[in-house]
């Protein structure tokens, strides 16, 4: 098939897109699709995440998981809150001001409130309130700003979804948790009692196990990074499609 300027529209070896309908959308899917919701993902994403990371916010939270759905809920936002970014339609340099919002709210709130758990709260009775402003605000804030400026610098969406993931799945490996013992002027402990291993483990690990956790995540890792998002969200929204009229 070839288009009115005489290019050919034939999908590319392996079942990608078709040149001439990513060129209609300035080489980005998203702005190619031709479903009617695709506009509209975006901004659904953004609601449903916001909404979710403040029941997550709102209702009790800590350090230990009581039970799987609030780490469920708490994931689901998170990915809602991915979708936003790599579905951003208005993908252009000139938008890098938006990344200044993070940087304000990182300063404004979230620095300060983790300083005072150090220089305020030398009693340590708030450990949780430092545990969540660290690991539920700072670290996924950090995550989504790299995926934003990704996306806005002219990323394609599936490899911002990739990015945002594989920030996830690092602090979720026990990275964090076998490093700390080791940068840290601690004693080795024989056991490593973290909250979101010891929900795939049933409890603490010792710290050769905490290794092989961790090491496990390698290829996982690799797998989400190798898996072909961008032809899979063009699919899904009809990037390659012949609008009929």
């Known amino acids: 098939m070839t288009t009115q300027d005489g290019r050919s529209s034939a999908p590319p070896p392996g079942g990608g897109i078709p040149a001439a309908e990513l ?53 689901l936002a998170f990915a ?8 951003f339609p208005w993908v252009s340099r000139r938008l890098h001001w938006l990344l200044y919002i993070p940087f304000v709210f990182f300063t404004a709130y979230v620095i300060p409130r ?13 450990g949780d309130g430092f545990y969540t402003h660290l690991y539920l605000l700072l670290y996924p804030g950090i995550v989504l700003t790299v995926a934003a400026a990704y996306r806005i610098g002219g990323g394609t969406p599936g490899r911002c979804l990739q990015v945002a993931v594989s920030g996830i799945l690092i ?39 905490a290794i092989l956790f961790t090491l496990a995540h390698v290829p996982v890792v690799v797998a989400v990074n190798l898996l072909p998002l961008d032809r899979w969200i063009g699919r899904l929204l009809g990037a390659g499609e012949t609008t009929v009229r």
Request: proline share 5%; aromatic share 12%; net charge negative.
């Open 114 to 126: 983790v300083s005072w758990f150090y220089y305020g709260d030398a009693a340590r009775a708030q």
């Open 23 to 75: 060129r209609a959308g300035g080489g980005d899917v998203v702005l190619a699709a031709r479903r009617g919701w695709a506009p509209h993902v975006w901004w659904i994403a953004l609601a449903a995440g916001t909404a979710g990371a403040a029941i997550s916010w709102l209702a009790p939270h800590g350090r230990e998981i009581q039970a799987a759905w609030e780490l469920v809920v708490k994931l």
């Open 171 to 209: 602090v979720f490996s026990g990275l964090l948790d076998v490093m700390w013992q080791v940068v840290n002027p601690v004693e080795i402990p024989e056991l490593i009692d973290a909250p979101h291993i010891n929900l795939f483990t049933g409890g603490p690990i010792s710290f050769g196990a």
């Open 80 to 87: 809602c809150l991915c979708c936003a970014i790599a579905f």
